[in-house]
């Protein structure tokens, strides 16, 4: 059964996923980042152009268009590059493109994450993955510490996945304190010498 199959199937039956909350959301609190490369991978794969639209939804915007206002995030307007993006003392920069350069990237870049054939995650989750919301309400641990405290070290996470069996990719996300959302922010098409030998956690 395909990908869009089974999700026609599970509609029917009235079943949401965590990824149909995913997509039904969009960049928002309580979404686990493993989750979000998992939503973006299936979209590539399976989707098309609407997969690379789902991708350019969660991917960080630049600074100057990020929401100040906690758990609000703007709609529309520019993304950080995925070839350019870096973070800097917990912050997202890079150069910024526009949907249809985005576009142009995944295709000239990332065009083996379109319509791959397999994929799946070559490194284990973090032992301390967190899945936040809004934080700026509340301690973090006990000590005080509160989400704005949190907010300044910034928080990012990083997934290798291994694509067809032959190529490794690093996907670097960063919480996007505007949305409560861990949002992509640069992705590494890593040399085949160095493709992850560990074992298959999951696979789609």
């Known amino acids: 059964m395909s990908f869009e199959t089974l999700r026609t199937e599970m509609s029917k039956r009235g079943i949401m996923t965590s990824l149909d909350q ?9 979404k686990d980042p493993r989750h979000i490369v998992e939503y973006v991978m299936l979209g590539l794969q399976h989707r098309g152009p609407e997969g690379i639209a789902e991708a ?4 960080m915007p630049p600074a100057s268009e990020r929401s100040t206002i906690h758990g609000t995030r703007v709609t529309g307007g520019k993304r ?3 070839l350019a993006g870096r ?8 150069r910024a493109v526009d949907y249809q350069a985005f576009e142009q990237e995944l295709h000239e870049t990332f065009s083996l994450l379109c319509g ?13 993955l967190q899945v936040p919301g809004n934080e700026h309400k509340k301690p973090s641990i006990a000590g005080g510490r509160t989400g704005g405290a949190i907010q300044a070290e910034g928080w990012t996470v ?10 490794s990719v690093l996907f670097e996300l960063v919480y996007d304190w505007g949305a409560w959302c861990y949002c992509i922010v640069k ?4 040399p085949s010498a160095g493709a992850a030998s560990a074992p298959a956690e999951s696979e789609t």
């Open 80 to 82: 950080i590059s995925w």
């Open 22 to 30: 995913i997509e039904a959301d969009g960049p928002s609190a309580f």
């Open 158 to 167: 990083d997934f290798l996945i291994e694509v067809d069996d032959r190529h």
């Open 87 to 94: 973070v800097i003392e917990g912050t997202a920069t890079g």
């Open 56 to 59: 350019y939804r969660f991917t």
């Open 116 to 128: 791959c054939a397999s994929w799946r995650f070559a490194s284990p989750p973090p032992d301390a």
């Open 187 to 190: 992705v590494t098409v890593l």
